[in-house]
């Protein structure tokens, strides 16, 4: 099964930028075929859908970041990037990278530890 491992969190100001990704490795790393997603879960509140980017590249997001972010993948490189522009507070959490089974829609199958993303007012 493929092994997730985020990247790229820290500290930003309301306003700055913020690039996230996310490396499939192991046995069965090529994310070629598999849909990805990221998804964050601020303290005290549920795990929430922030992108989801399919095979060829299309992407949907979730209300509250369309416009802002912007999902891509590199399936040479079995890893997929958030780009986080326009930052704000309510954007703190910790973000999760997923992936689905091979040739489905949906994410959620396999699971990255997570990168805390952490936006000052």
């Known amino acids: 099964q493929a092994q997730l491992m985020e990247s790229g969190g820290g500290l930003v100001q309301a306003g700055g930028s913020l690039r996230l990704s996310c490396v499939s490795s192991g046995m069965f790393a090529s994310i070629e075929h598999m849909p990805m997603g990221w998804y964050r879960q601020a303290p005290g509140k549920q795990r929430e859908l922030v992108a989801t980017?399919?095979?060829?590249?299309?992407?949907v997001y979730g209300d509250s970041v369309e416009g802002r972010f912007t999902a891509s993948r590199d399936n040479a490189q079995n890893t997929i990037y958030l780009q986080m522009n326009e930052v704000r507070p309510e954007d703190t959490g910790v973000y999760y990278c997923s992936a689905g089974q091979r040739y489905s829609y949906s994410t959620g199958d396999y699971w990255g530890q997570g990168t805390q993303v952490t936006v000052s007012s």
């Open positions: 980017i399919f095979t060829g590249g299309a992407a």
